[in-house]
């Protein structure tokens, strides 16, 4: 099982740490992918308004780099089994694209029972197009 915990605000990276997180998890693998990656699609069900835990961690632990080097496009698939619960998360999203200066290439969300439809397909194709 993957572990990654969230940031801890201790700002170790930022002073003895020189960018580097005081914790040893499985974040240390994604560094690296991070540090090389142009394009970032965040996929995630939606818990509560806002992004899953899973995917809060790794993007909170980015704060020791501060963003990705090389990401210009970023997207976004999120789910629910609820309507109407997607503007949290949809405005985190925009924050983080602004934040690191990456292009919003798109975000398609989708209730359960619309996950598999032909709809839902064609949105992400086309989403997969401006990438």
Avoid at 44 to 67: E, K
Avoid at 112 to 123: G, S
């Amino acid at each position: 099982m993957t572990w990654i915990a969230g940031c801890l605000a201790c700002e170790y990276c930022h002073n003895k740490g020189n960018g580097a997180c005081i914790q040893k998890d499985d974040m240390q693998e994604l560094y690296p992918l991070m540090s090389e990656a142009e394009v970032l699609v965040l996929a995630a069900p939606i818990y509560y308004f806002t992004l899953c835990a899973q995917i809060q961690a790794p993007i909170q632990r980015m704060y020791c780099v501060n963003a990705p080097a090389k990401v210009k496009k970023m997207a976004m698939l999120v789910s629910s089994y609820s309507p109407g619960v997607y503007n949290g998360a949809i405005a985190e999203y925009h924050d983080i694209c602004n934040y690191w200066h990456a292009e919003d290439s798109g975000i398609v969300t989708a209730m359960i029972d619309e996950q598999k439809t032909d709809a839902t397909k064609q949105k992400i194709a086309a989403l997969v197009g401006n990438l």
